[in-house]
């Protein structure tokens, strides 16, 4: 094994959607500095949109709606627990970052007169934009970043982030294919590393079969957390309305604007709304435990012609093996609902709330570390939230580092991570990556699927804990195994996190993502505010609670409850 | 080690067992399992690398005796890059089977 050691002014790990922005704007505010992209994978096809996007979540347009009812539709779905003005700023600089994305050859939908042609799938508001042709997404992105002269270094999973001296000073990783033990100084970093797609196992039973790209594994959290930044919201869970067994979006939010709809077994709307929240979600469970499953996305009324449409978009974007699937069952769109199920648990504030607290100046609370994208906490981000918010770490981060001097990384430190990363290869037959994975996502589904119990959640955590012993006895047999395990380092951290978290909050918020059998109402007198936890420093996990920042958009949570139920 | 012929089906071992069953030859099996991707090696053009280098999950190589990529490792997400960027149309990704 051998050690590469590099050296940049600003260090971006993870080159997805929010890194390959963060580098390209840091470099726009700061041509002369030294930007690093550090990828797991390879920037040309990586992350969420390897394969592009079926349409932009979350555009706020001029002349179609304002960054306030943005704001406002996205505290009353989060049930209110938010920093608005974090919120606000993907509604202020998404149509910027939309217009940039043209410029460099990313094709959005426009109607006949050459306007935006926004769709309604949110309660209230417009933000729903197709991108038909989005499936080249991240090539362009990957180009632009050639363009910028960023440099990138592809095939290094970061494991750490290095902090001394109260602050951060770099990363260190594995070169999954060389097996080098890789040493990053830089004089600020940006965590862009994507959901937690990892943490429940699919009913499939297959590790990978993901509704997020299993790349990201919840790598973020965990090196955040070890970092000693604060994370928060992490008990209102990923959960998912998906394809039953694929597991990937049906996807409503482009058929709904054209006449599709949830429907329960008889062919029912029972939601009013298909926009993912958790009180949908948990109106899907109530269906499924009411005798009136299974439910289905239902298309079968359409004519002909739309079909072709929607067929046309799902199977060329973001996840286009769906039409193989559907074609492998014999089902068709024009006979066939699509059958959902509720998906296992994750941690994605692109689609809920857990994250690595930020502001919206993208800070987490260690000094020269950022965060964006699906792993930063701005609830409900999605794809436009993770652009803007990797701007921003950029251009705040080029701003902090401005007067700073690298630090010579502590020799211990590098010594011990090193045992940590390569101690596998010493019992090459361990027990192989693959079943200590699915054993521990096993646990996490047994134990903190919701409906949420204490006691099973407390035998969880347990488990979890006891899980530290089990990591040891792992084995590997090449650097992409290693790759593996730590991988499973970071999942059994998540799922630490997710039994206290869940454990904390002795109420229920944000419908089927954290609903407690035991405190099944909302408390706002005792629960109005974050949860958020950090490792204290004797190495332990802390919770504490922390108070909702004052609203910027005035929001009447009495009176305005998010309920999408069919009555 | 490339994979071996299954019916039609390419299969490949969960974890290469040759230098492990040496040490400790009771620890692992060795078992047979389907994987999603099929590579037509006929097609499969010796100096490219093309699949290989865009897969998210890092689980394509080639086989150093003959040039021709596989699927190593069966950690697939369906999600076609390597499919799509394949300059002979070699790669076919089927939906994995337990998911099928
Ligand atoms: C199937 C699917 C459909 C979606 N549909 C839509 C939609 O239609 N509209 C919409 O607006 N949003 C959609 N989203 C959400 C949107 O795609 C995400 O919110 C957004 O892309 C997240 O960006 P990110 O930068 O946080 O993560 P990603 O783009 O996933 O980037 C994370 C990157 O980090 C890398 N990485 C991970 N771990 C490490 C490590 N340890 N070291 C180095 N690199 C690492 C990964 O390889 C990856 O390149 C969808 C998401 C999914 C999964
Ligand atoms: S389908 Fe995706 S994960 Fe599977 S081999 Fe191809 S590129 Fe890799
Ligand atoms: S991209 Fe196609 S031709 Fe190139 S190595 Fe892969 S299978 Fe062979």
Redesign the pocket.
């Given at each position: 094994m051998n050690i590469q050691y590099l050296q940049t002014d600003f260090l971006v790990?993870?080159?997805?959607?929010?890194?390959t922005m963060a580098a390209i704007k840091a470099k726009q505010v700061s041509p002369e500095s030294d930007i690093l992209i550090?990828?797991?994978?390879n920037?040309r096809r990586?992350?969420?949109?390897a394969m592009g996007?079926?349409?932009?979540?979350?555009a706020v347009i001029p002349g179609n709606s304002t960054p306030e009812q943005y704001t406002r539709e996205i505290t009353i779905a989060n049930d209110g627990i938010l920093n608005q003005k974090a919120v606000y700023e993907t509604g202020r600089l998404g149509f910027e970052v939309i217009q940039e994305l043209e410029s460099w050859g990313v094709k959005f939908q426009k109607d006949h007169e050459g306007n935006y042609d926004l769709k309604q799938v949110h309660r209230v508001g417009k933000y729903v934009l197709p991108m038909p042709e989005g499936k080249d997404l991240k090539k362009i992105l990957a180009r632009q970043v050639k363009r910028h002269k960023v440099r990138v270094t592809n095939r290094?999973?970061?494991?750490r982030v290095m902090v001394q001296d109260g602050r951060v000073i770099g990363a260190v990783?594995l070169d999954v294919r060389s097996g080098d033990f890789v040493v990053i100084q830089a004089k600020a970093v940006v965590l862009?590393?994507?959901?937690c797609g990892r943490l429940g196992l699919p009913a499939s039973g297959y590790l990978y079969g993901t509704?997020?790209?299993p790349?990201?594994?919840g790598?973020?959290y965990s090196m955040a957390y070890h970092a000693g930044a604060e994370l928060t919201n992490i008990e209102c869970f990923q959960i998912n309305p998906l394809i039953k067994d694929y597991n990937?979006?049906a996807c409503a939010?482009v058929a709904s604007p054209f006449g599709a709809y949830t429907a329960n077994a008889e062919g029912h709307r029972f939601i009013s709304c298909d926009y993912w929240s958790g009180q949908m979600m948990l109106e899907v469970y109530k269906e499924l435990n009411s005798g009136k499953g299974p439910v289905h996305l239902k298309m079968y009324h359409l004519d002909d012609d739309t079909i072709n449409e929607i067929e046309t978009i799902l199977w060329a974007n973001?996840?286009p093996s769906r039409g193989r699937f559907h074609e492998g069952r014999g089902e068709d769109y024009r006979t066939h609902g699509v059958e959902m199920n509720i998906s296992e648990i994750g941690l994605c504030s692109?689609?809920s709330a857990s994250g690595v607290w930020v502001n919206e100046r993208a800070e987490t609370t260690v000094p020269g570390l950022y965060a964006?994208?699906?792993?930063a906490s701005v609830p409900h981000?999605?794809?436009?939230?993770?652009f803007v918010y990797?701007r921003i770490a950029g251009e705040n981060a080029m701003d902090y580092l401005q007067d700073l001097e690298h630090i010579e990384p502590d020799a211990d430190f590098l010594k011990a991570e090193q045992e940590r990363i390569y101690q596998p290869l010493n019992q090459a037959n361990g027990v192989p990556h693959t079943q200590v994975e699915y054993k521990l996502r096993r646990l996490v589904n047994d134990y903190l699927q919701p409906p949420k119990s204490p006691t099973k959640m407390d035998i969880g955590l347990q488990k979890f804990v006891a899980y530290e012993d089990t990591l040891d006895i792992m084995g590997a047999s090449d650097p992409h195994e290693l790759m593996r395990c730590m991988e499973v380092h970071f999942i059994r951290d998540c799922a630490e996190m997710a039994a206290r978290a869940s454990l904390y909050r002795k109420e229920s918020r944000w419908g089927l993502y954290h609903y407690r059998l035991d405190h099944p109402e909302k408390n706002n007198d005792e629960w109005f505010c974050h949860v958020n936890l950090k490792k204290s420093e004797s190495g332990h996990m802390e919770l504490f609670k922390r108070a909702v920042e004052p609203y910027i958009v005035d929001v009447n949570l009495e009176n305005e409850v998010y309920d999408v139920a069919v009555r | 080690m490339p994979p071996l012929p299954v019916g039609e089906r390419a299969a490949t071992t969960l974890s290469d067992p040759d230098p492990l069953l040496k040490e400790n030859p009771m620890a692992l099996t060795n078992q047979r399992v389907d994987v999603p991707v099929i590579v037509d090696e006929s097609k499969c053009l010796e100096k490219c690398v093309a699949c290989i280098e865009v897969c998210?999950l890092d689980v394509l190589v080639k086989n150093p005796e003959t040039g021709k990529a596989y699927m190593k490792y069966d950690e697939c997400w369906f999600c076609l890059p390597c499919e799509k960027e394949c300059p002979t149309n070699a790669i076919t990704v089927q939906i994995p089977f337990l998911l099928r």
């Open positions: 790990v993870g080159g997805g959607t929010a890194g550090l990828e797991k994978a920037i990586s992350g969420a949109i996007m079926d349409g932009v979540n979350t290094v999973m970061a494991t990783g862009c590393t994507g959901a509704y997020e790209n790349t990201n594994a790598d973020g990937g979006p939010y973001e996840r692109g689609h964006a994208g699906d792993m981000n999605y794809m436009i939230g993770a990797g | 998210p």
